[in-house]
């Protein structure tokens, strides 16, 4: 289909059982409503999750529960590209390519890979968890997107995808389109529940900062009533003063649609304990649509093949037009079939 709307790009890995309220409102969010306005390219990014170690039986079981999750907060097919990375080996290809662009250096910048080394210890980092920002920059180039929408943990990534994106089209001709972050300011950072100077993060280490899409909703509940908050009792907005009241209120905000100056003048005179049991409730009611849709595509996998089978298909046309392309303009020989 060729459409003259903007494109967008953007994955997800498929490393837990669940995706966390940080994944939703930093960046899946924001996919659900680009697939109106743009050709909107969304992949479970499986390749980017052998980085780290992984159980073969639960990898898999995890990209089902990914797509299945992705198609429960919303993602509709018939309005977007859903796929899985390692259907479309476009992406393993240009990796190496954009690997050969890159300084040493330069990778060694990446924050993400000095946070996630920094917990794992030297000897069980890979090469790969070193080098996958750059797999990302071929993932983002292979669709030409305008637009990637990510939490703001990913925007550094999104600057070397602009430096090699320029760097490649100065060498060697106009080639890829140079993609800008869409990071939207109020939900760029989901803060951790226990600890709300920390992104919220599956890594963390204790899980009770962490709620989960998927985990009983009476789980998530009592982890929402027993978010860290500060000694004050007015509830305001001051990401400094009070880092956990804000994180709170800008969630409600997402979840709710009311702007946060208004939730502060709905809760003034009433201490942070009606903040976390009204967030509590509204959670609930918001989270109980999205598991029950979540279960009746798990419970369809013959549905679920099909529509990966599509995406990869649609996904596979405009990747395998701009690999020829990059490879054409290096100087790879055309194999003649
Ligand atoms: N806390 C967050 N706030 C806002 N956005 C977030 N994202 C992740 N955490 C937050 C965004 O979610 C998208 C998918 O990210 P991912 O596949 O890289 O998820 P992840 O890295 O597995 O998430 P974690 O929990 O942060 O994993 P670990 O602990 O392994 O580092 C991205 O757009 C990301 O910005």
């Known amino acids: 289909m060729v459409t003259d709307r903007p494109r967008v790009l953007s994955g997800i890995q498929p490393t837990s059982g ?53 198609l429960g907060v919303g993602l509709d097919p ?58 990302q920059v071929a993932d983002i180039l292979l669709y030409q997107a305008d637009q990637v929408p990510v939490g703001e943990d990913q925007r550094q990534h999104i600057e070397l995808t602009r430096d090699l994106a320029e760097r490649f089209n100065s060498r060697l001709g106009q080639t890829f389109t140079v993609p800008n972050p869409y990071i939207l300011k109020e939900t760029a950072k989901i803060f951790d529940l226990q600890d709300p100077t920390s992104k919220m993060s599956k ?10 899409l998927l985990d009983e909703v009476k789980t998530s509940t009592k982890k929402i009533k027993s978010a860290v908050t500060d000694t004050g009792t007015v509830v305001s907005y001051d990401e400094q003063e009070k880092a956990g009241v804000s994180n709170l209120l800008r969630i409600h905000s997402a979840i709710s649609g009311r702007s946060v100056p208004e939730l502060v003048e709905h809760f003034e ?27 009746s595509y798990l419970d369809d996998p013959a549905e679920l093949d099909r529509v990966l089978a599509r995406g990869a298909e649609k996904a596979r046309a405009v990747a395998g037009e701009t690999l020829a392309t990059a490879y054409d303009r290096i100087g790879f020989l055309a194999a003649k079939r």
């Open 269 to 295: 005179g009433r201490m942070y304990g009606a903040l976390k049991t009204e967030l509590a409730e509204l959670y609930a009611e918001w989270v109980a649509p999205i598991q029950q849709r979540t279960r």
């Open 78 to 135: 018939e309005r977007c590209t859903l796929f899985i990375q390692s259907h479309v080996p476009e992406h393993a290809q240009l990796g190496w390519v954009m690997n050969c662009f890159t300084g040493f250096g330069e990778a060694a910048r990446m924050t993400q890979f000095k946070d996630k080394s920094g917990k794992q210890g030297a000897d069980r980092t890979t090469v790969g968890l070193f080098t996958y920002p750059i797999l």
């Open 203 to 212: 890594s963390a280490s204790t899980p009770k900062g962490l709620v989960n």
């Open 18 to 70: 669940s995706f966390h309220l940080g994944n939703y409102l930093g960046a899946v969010r924001q996919w659900v409503s680009l697939q109106e306005t743009h050709d909107a390219f969304y992949m479970v990014v499986d390749l980017h999750a052998i980085t780290v170690e992984q159980d073969p039986a639960t990898l898999r079981e995890n990209t089902r529960v990914s797509v299945a999750q992705l």
